[in-house]
């Protein structure tokens, strides 16, 4: 069901859609959307796109196939958590812990499963499940190597609404998505776009979260889902549902990794310091991918307690340089971690 609007005066960037059988009307730039149920043949469609594109060979292509050891993954046609087999194609969830029930998996992970099932995947990743969390060296083997569990990935599921996992993921099962605004006016409608990735994120703790910013930057291709609608992005475009073409140029385009430059990591280190964590001795395990990928890469770039180091002499003065310098208030100390690395202080860094 759409809502239609109040007053049209008060929207500047509106959608057209053909509702007729008028084949000369096929230009028209939008699809209504169905809050109830989130369009799986869009989202199959996007990850041909994307696959078969050579424009998208550099940017999303998996670039080493190194997988973890000792990764597991969830069966998702019986909710098994196995050993992965040697080629497995596997999605992976990015979501906020919290709201899980005593037994059995959160409604968050039973419509990822839902999801994988639908768009041709047999494995799910997700850290809860797949990451013993009672073996210590296990789970730090797992955290250390995220790039390479969510850069294995073949996409990645975020979902970016609601507070905890109970909230699941918005017109997959039980949790529908917030109507489009309308307006028909004979054979069209005239809809007020749903809002981009950042407005429609406000209401979600996910965008504020330490863990899952590694979470995004570490993947090749993510399906974000929101209480308004889903969006497929890439690490070369962005598509939204409700749209057909083609929303721009991905924010993950310039990530941290096409090269190790130390101003992209540098970006990456600070946009990750203003993210919260429930435990800030958390504050270095949250950013080992990120970290993990750069010293993948040529010229390496390595850390000593988070401060990324490429050369012995210059480099390690230079990678003292950080600060806080719009900072208002004192930082707290973080005494888990040296007072000369970033990580040693809670709140941004620049």
């Not at 768009?119 to 850290?127: A, E, H, K, T």
């Not at 929101?226 to 990530?255: K, W």
Request: charged share 20%; net charge negative.
């Amino acid at each position: 069901m759409v809502q239609p609007f109040e007053n049209m005066a008060e929207y500047n960037d509106l959608i057209i859609v053909n509702t007729s059988n008028d084949l000369s009307a096929l230009f028209l730039e939008g699809t209504i959307i169905k809050p109830e149920l989130a369009s799986y043949s869009m989202m199959r469609d996007w990850l041909e796109a994307c696959r078969t594109d050579p424009g998208h060979q550099r940017f999303c292509s998996l670039a080493q196939a190194i997988r973890p050891p000792g990764l597991r993954l969830i069966d998702v046609s019986t909710g098994d958590v196995v050993s992965a087999p040697e080629d497995a194609c596997y999605v992976a969830l990015s979501y906020v812990w919290g709201g899980d029930p005593s037994d059995g998996f959160a409604q968050v992970i039973l419509d990822s499963m839902e999801v994988a099932k639908q768009l041709g995947y047999s494995y799910l990743w997700v850290d809860q499940h797949c990451i013993d969390q009672q073996d210590s060296a296990d789970k730090l083997a797992q955290i250390s190597n995220m790039h390479l569990v969510y850069g294995c990935a073949d996409l990645t599921l975020v979902a970016a609404a609601g507070q905890d996992s109970s909230y699941g993921l918005p017109g997959v099962s039980i949790r529908s998505r917030i109507p489009p605004r309308f307006e028909r006016l004979g054979d069209l409608v005239v809809l007020c776009p749903t809002p981009d990735g950042g407005t429609a994120m406000e209401s979600s703790r996910w965008p504020t979260r330490g863990w899952t910013y590694q979470e995004a930057m570490l993947s090749r291709r993510r399906l974000v889902f929101t209480d308004y609608h889903v969006e497929f992005q890439c690490n070369r475009e962005s598509f939204c549902e409700g749209l057909r073409a083609e929303m721009g140029g991905s924010p993950f385009e310039l990530i941290v990794f096409n090269s190790s430059s130390a101003f992209n990591l540098g970006r990456a280190l600070s946009e990750y310091s203003t993210r919260n964590l429930s435990h800030e001795s958390d504050r270095l395990n949250a950013v080992l991918g990120i970290l993990g990928k750069q010293e993948s890469l040529t010229p390496p770039a390595y850390h000593i307690w988070g401060t990324p180091v490429q050369q012995v002499t210059e480099g390690w003065a230079l990678a003292l340089g950080w600060g806080s310098y719009r900072q208002q208030k004192p930082r707290r100390r973080n005494p888990e971690f040296p007072s000369w690395s970033w990580i040693g202080w809670a709140g941004p860094t620049e």
